[in-house]
């Protein structure tokens, strides 16, 4: 496929823009450490994978034609990030570097996959970007359509996981270093708290195209 590369920088140039994916697992590994971010970032590579195939069967045709379908996703979302938010700036657990939380708890990987799972799955902006990207870089000339959709979700998947794992260990690092700083820990966490509160903010106002 000719633009197979042109696609990957495409995807290259989104995924290192912040959002609330990138806050999630750099707050994700900061507090909880490598594993619990990680896991996260799988929940969000399942969500890529599931918008692929919405995008495939049509989905953005379905929110254009009863808008209100857009605007649910869009409430849902938005509560979803104002909870973890809100969590984030309540919690009281500080980062370990043996992987486990400030009650001596291993990180609970099924909760982040499920945190990263809902959060981009919740994000009708994410559905809408699949469906409008995939589109441009499949010609039905080159084979069969289906083919080409599923080689381009495959990719945008893999480079989507590939830097969610960046961030994931970043977080994790950022983690490590914070520890030696109580009030550096403080204030990281209410910076990512209030990001995510924002992202949920600005989600609400989000209008379709």
Known sequence: MAG?????????????????DMILLLQTGARQGKGAALATAVGLAIARGCHVALAALGLAALFKAAPWTFDVVRLAGAAYLLWIGIQCLRTTMLPNLNGSNATGEPPRYREAIQRGLLTNLLNPKALLFCSVLLPQFINPQAGPVLAQFATLGVVLVAVGLLFDSAY?????????????SPSAQRLQQWLFGSLLIG?????????QA
Do not use: D, S
Request: net charge positive.
């Open 4 to 20: 197979l590369w042109l696609f990957f920088m495409a995807l290259a140039v989104v995924y290192l823009l912040p959002g609330p």
């Open 168 to 180: 994931a260990l970043a977080g994790a690092a950022l983690g490590r270093w914070l520890q030696r």
């Open 199 to 207: 992202f949920a903010v600005r989600l609400t106002f989000v209008q």
